[in-house]
């Protein structure tokens, strides 16, 4: 198995990189320069977190997935080979556009992209929100997380345990129906680090390719300073304020220009999985999080 440390970062598509940029920087409160055809936008002292490429689709691209050195790529490389699964090393390009010594791409029998990196290149330039925040979540427990679509479960659940390597942190079975209708698993993943997911899948395909990527401040008051952006943008909000019940996130969501959504939270939980008992919980959120305000009205 690999032995991931995090999400290293994301990368979208989108038709327009003009609305990113305003987003990223305007929203989000990231900011973002033009490199070659796409934006790079910063969360931290890292060169990137988010990578938008211009194209014809707003959608969602990959998850970068991050290892410690060369022996530990090396040894991811070898998983996949045991393990039969295609691959491709990254090349002298593939690697400077992601800014890294090393890449090599895969897909999970659900066809979400997967890239294995490690060694990233930084002037750390010091982060410098245009928006104010003072800063966010990232360092050893990763960007944030990503929340992936998965209509071929199963099997995408035991490729991301058995060959990425993850932990179960909790389960959810979604009842969209009640109790009567059908059941659509979400499974919860963690990375050899205390954040408490990096990676969740859902057993239901999602047009955009993701259904929400996570990033974490570390102040209430910035989440709801984000809020106000949202609204003097614009931006569609796809759930209100709430706090979860897995990982204690407070936090709610918005849709990104890329047409998945952005978690934008506080608080997260961080788990010492000596300790933590995976589990099954029964409701999403243990106060707020209404997601039916972004379902078209009857």
Not at 35 to 43: A, E, P, S, W
Not at 56 to 82: K, N
Not at 130 to 142: D, E, L, Q, Y
Not at 229 to 241: D, E, F, N, S, W
């Amino acid at each position: 198995m690999m032995d991931l440390r995090g999400l290293a970062y994301v990368v979208a598509e989108s038709t327009d990189l003009g609305r990113w940029r305003t987003y990223a920087e305007g929203v989000l409160g990231m900011p973002c320069e033009t490199v070659g055809d796409g934006l790079r936008i910063k969360m931290d002292e890292r060169q990137f977190r988010i990578a938008v490429e211009a194209g014809r689709r707003d959608a969602y691209l990959a998850s970068g997935w991050e290892v410690l050195g060369s022996a530990e790529f090396a040894a991811a490389v070898a998983t996949l080979e045991r393990a039969g699964v295609a691959h491709a090393i990254g090349d002298a390009a593939q690697c400077a556009a992601r800014g890294v010594q090393q890449l090599v791409a895969f897909s999970d029998p659900a066809g979400n992209r997967h890239e294995v990196v490690w060694g990233y290149r930084s002037d750390f330039t010091r982060f410098n929100s245009p928006a104010g925040v003072p800063r966010f979540v990232t360092g050893s427990i990763g960007m944030g997380h990503t929340v992936l679509p998965a209509p071929a479960f199963d099997a995408t659940v035991t490729f991301v345990r058995e060959v990425m390597g993850f932990g179960l942190s909790d389960i959810f079975n979604f009842k969209p129906a009640g109790d009567a209708g059908p059941v659509l698993p979400i499974h919860f993943f963690h990375c050899n680090n205390g954040r408490h997911h990096s990676l969740a899948l859902c057993g239901f395909p999602v047009e955009s390719g993701c259904v929400h990527v996570m990033v974490e401040v570390d102040d209430m008051p910035e989440v709801g300073r984000a809020m106000d952006r949202m609204a003097a943008h614009g931006v569609t909000q796809t759930a209100t304020l709430g706090q979860h019940t897995n990982d204690r996130m407070i936090s709610f969501y918005m849709r990104s220009p890329s047409n998945f959504d952005f978690e934008y939270g506080y608080g997260g939980a961080v788990v010492d999985w000596q300790q933590h008992i995976a589990h099954e919980f029964t409701k999403v959120s243990l106060w707020g999080h209404d997601f039916s305000i972004a379902q078209p009205k009857a």
